[in-house]
C-alpha cells in the first residue's frame, strides 16, 4: 500500500475525460470567461482511452480501489461507454462510477449500465427552472436532468446521488424542497459548500454556507439524525430521515475539512497526475507514457509523487487566505472535483 507523507493512502482515482462541457456553471465555468472562442485542449493532448485505461490499471495495482469519470462534462466525450467497457475490464476497480450534469444521461444511461458501470452522481443544484437557468450559465431547465435521472433509475443504476453546491443568497432557499423531492425515493442528496475551487469563480467566504446551517435548514422541516460512515474517510456526513424515508449527505469542505483522510489522486483530460483538488502541478504522465515508459517506470513516478505528497489545503485556509490565492489552482472542470 502506498503512502504519502501523512501516511494516506492512494484508493482513489478520478478521471476528466474531458475539459469541455455543455454547462456554464456560475461557480465552475462562467461563461463570461468560457465564451465562444475559448479554446480548450487539442483533440492530441486528450489522453486516449486505451491510455486512461494504461494508467488506471497501473494505479489500481498501486493500490486504487475506486474510480469515477468526471470532466468537464464526461458524457459530451464520444462512445464513453467503451472507456467504460475497457475500464471495466481492469482486474480489482471494486467501485466504478460517474460525476454528470445529467443533460445527456437520458440517451446514455443504459447503454452505461451495460458496459458496467456500477453507479452514479448527477449534479442538480435547485429544481427552480429559473434559479436553474441562470446557475448553469445556459438557460437550460431542469426538465433534461430530471429525465436523465429517471433513465439512469430505469437502467438499474444504483445507488444513484444527486450533488447540490449550496450558494449564499443563490440557491440555499431551495435546497429543502430539493431534499423533499427525492425524500422516499431512494436517492441520495448531498449537498456541497460552495469551494475555492480555481481561480476563475471570484469565490468569497462569505457566500459559503456552512454545513451546521444546511443541516438546520433540512433538519427543521424534515427531522434527521446521523448516520455512520460507510467507510473509512466518507467525504459526506450522513444523516437520515427520522421518518426512515432515506437519507441525505452534506460535504463541508470549507467548514470542517477532511485532508486527513484524503486518499484520492486525481487524473487531468492532458494526463497530468494531481494530489489535492486546490493543486498548482500536476505530474505529467503522458508524455513519459508516449514517449514509451514501460509500466513499472510510470508505477515508479506515481509512486514517488504519492510518497512525497503533503497536500492539506482545506486544513490550511484560514478565514484570512480563503479566496485570496495568487497561486494558479487547477480549474474545477480540468479535474472534475
Ligand atoms: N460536469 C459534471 C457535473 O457537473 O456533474 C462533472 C464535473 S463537475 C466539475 C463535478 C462536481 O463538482 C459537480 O457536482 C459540481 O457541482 C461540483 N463543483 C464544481 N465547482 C464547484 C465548487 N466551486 N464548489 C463545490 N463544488 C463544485
Ligand atoms: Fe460543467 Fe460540471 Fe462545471 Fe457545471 S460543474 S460547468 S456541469 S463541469
Ligand atoms: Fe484532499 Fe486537497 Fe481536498 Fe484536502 S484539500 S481533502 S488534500 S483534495
Same mark, same amino acid.
Given at each position: 500500500?502506498?503512502?504519502?507523507?501523512?501516511?494516506?493512502?492512494?484508493?482513489?482515482?478520478r478521471?476528466?475525460?474531458?475539459?469541455?462541457?455543455?454547462?456554464?456553471?456560475?461557480?465552475?465555468?462562467?461563461?463570461?470567461? /468560457?465564451?465562444?472562442?475559448?479554446?480548450?485542449?487539442?483533440?492530441?493532448?486528450?489522453?486516449?482511452?486505451?491510455?486512461?485505461?494504461?494508467?488506471?490499471?497501473? $494505479?489500481?495495482?498501486?493500490?486504487?480501489?475506486?474510480i469515477r469519470i468526471t470532466?468537464?462534462?464526461?458524457?459530451?466525450?464520444?462512445?464513453?461507454?467503451?472507456?467504460?467497457?475497457?475500464? *471495466?475490464?481492469?482486474?480489482?476497480?471494486?467501485?466504478?462510477t460517474?460525476t454528470?450534469?445529467?443533460?445527456?444521461?437520458?440517451?446514455?444511461?443504459?447503454?452505461?449500465?451495460?458496459?458496467?458501470?456500477?453507479? !452514479?452522481?448527477?449534479?442538480?443544484?435547485?429544481?427552480?427552472?429559473?434559479? $436553474?437557468?441562470?446557475?448553469?450559465?445556459?438557460?437550460?431547465?431542469?426538465?433534461?436532468?430530471?429525465?436523465?435521472?429517471?433513465?439512469?433509475?430505469?437502467?438499474?443504476?444504483?445507488?444513484?446521488? !444527486?450533488?447540490?453546491?449550496?450558494?449564499?443568497?443563490?440557491?440555499? *432557499?431551495? !435546497?429543502?424542497?430539493?431534499?423533499?423531492? $427525492?425524500?422516499?425515493?431512494?436517492?441520495?442528496?448531498?449537498?456541497?459548500? @460552495?469551494?475555492?475551487?480555481?481561480?476563475?469563480?471570484?469565490? +468569497?467566504?462569505? =457566500?459559503?454556507?456552512?454545513?451546521?446551517?444546511?443541516?438546520?435548514?433540512?433538519?427543521?422541516?424534515?427531522?434527521? =439524525?446521523?448516520?455512520?460512515?460507510?467507510?473509512?474517510?466518507?467525504?459526506?456526513?450522513? @444523516?437520515?430521515?427520522?421518518?426512515?424515508?432515506?437519507?441525505?449527505?452534506?460535504?463541508?469542505?470549507?467548514?470542517?475539512? /477532511?485532508?486527513?483522510?484524503?486518499?484520492?489522486?486525481?487524473?487531468?483530460?492532458?494526463? +497530468?497526475?494531481?494530489?489535492?483538488?486546490?493543486?498548482?502541478?500536476?505530474?505529467?504522465?503522458?508524455?513519459?507514457?508516449?514517449?514509451?515508459?514501460?509500466?513499472?517506470?510510470?508505477?515508479?513516478?506515481?509512486?514517488?509523487?504519492?510518497?512525497?505528497?503533503?497536500?492539506? @489545503?482545506?486544513?490550511?485556509?484560514?478565514?484570512?487566505?480563503?479566496?485570496?490565492?495568487?497561486?494558479?489552482?487547477?480549474?474545477?472542470?480540468?479535474?472534475?472535483?
Open positions: 500500500m502506498l503512502k504519502d507523507t501523512f501516511n494516506r493512502n492512494l484508493k482513489d482515482l478521471i476528466s475525460v474531458t475539459d469541455r462541457c455543455n454547462f456554464r456553471c456560475t461557480y465552475c465555468m462562467p461563461a463570461e470567461i /468560457f465564451g465562444e472562442s475559448y479554446e480548450f485542449l487539442p483533440k492530441e493532448e486528450i489522453l486516449s482511452f486505451e491510455e486512461i485505461t494504461k494508467l488506471a490499471t497501473i $494505479f489500481v495495482e498501486l493500490g486504487v480501489e475506486k470532466g468537464g462534462e464526461p458524457l459530451m466525450r464520444s462512445n464513453l461507454e467503451q472507456l467504460v467497457l475497457l475500464l *471495466n475490464r481492469v482486474h480489482g476497480i471494486q467501485d466504478l460517474l454528470t450534469n445529467g443533460y445527456l444521461l437520458e440517451q446514455q444511461a443504459e447503454a452505461l449500465k451495460k458496459s458496467g458501470l456500477g453507479r !452514479i452522481t448527477i449534479s442538480l443544484d435547485t429544481l427552480d427552472d429559473e434559479l $436553474f437557468k441562470t446557475m448553469n450559465g445556459r438557460g437550460f431547465d431542469t426538465k433534461r436532468v430530471l429525465a436523465g435521472i429517471q433513465a439512469a433509475q430505469r437502467s438499474g443504476l444504483s445507488p444513484i446521488k !444527486i450533488n447540490a453546491v449550496v450558494q449564499k443568497n443563490v440557491n440555499e *432557499n431551495t !435546497i429543502v424542497d430539493l431534499a423533499k423531492h $427525492f425524500k422516499g425515493t431512494g436517492i441520495i442528496v448531498r449537498f456541497i459548500e @460552495y469551494m475555492d475551487v480555481g481561480n476563475l469563480n471570484a469565490w +468569497r467566504l462569505n =457566500e459559503v454556507v456552512p454545513a451546521s446551517d444546511i443541516f438546520d435548514k433540512i433538519n427543521s422541516e424534515l427531522p434527521l =439524525e446521523p448516520l455512520s460512515q460507510n467507510y473509512a474517510g466518507e467525504v459526506a456526513s450522513r @444523516y437520515k430521515y427520522r421518518d426512515g424515508s432515506g437519507e441525505i449527505g452534506i460535504i463541508s469542505s470549507v467548514s470542517q475539512p /477532511f485532508c486527513g483522510a484524503c486518499t484520492r489522486a486525481r487524473l487531468s483530460t492532458d494526463g +497530468r497526475l494531481y494530489t489535492c483538488l486546490f493543486g498548482e502541478t500536476g505530474l505529467n504522465l503522458r508524455d513519459p507514457m508516449r514517449d514509451g515508459a514501460t509500466s513499472e517506470q510510470l508505477k515508479a513516478l506515481i509512486t514517488t509523487c504519492w510518497e512525497k505528497r503533503d497536500d492539506k @489545503y482545506s486544513e490550511d485556509r484560514t478565514v484570512n487566505s480563503a479566496g485570496q490565492s495568487s497561486n494558479k489552482k487547477i480549474e474545477m472542470y480540468q479535474i472534475g472535483g
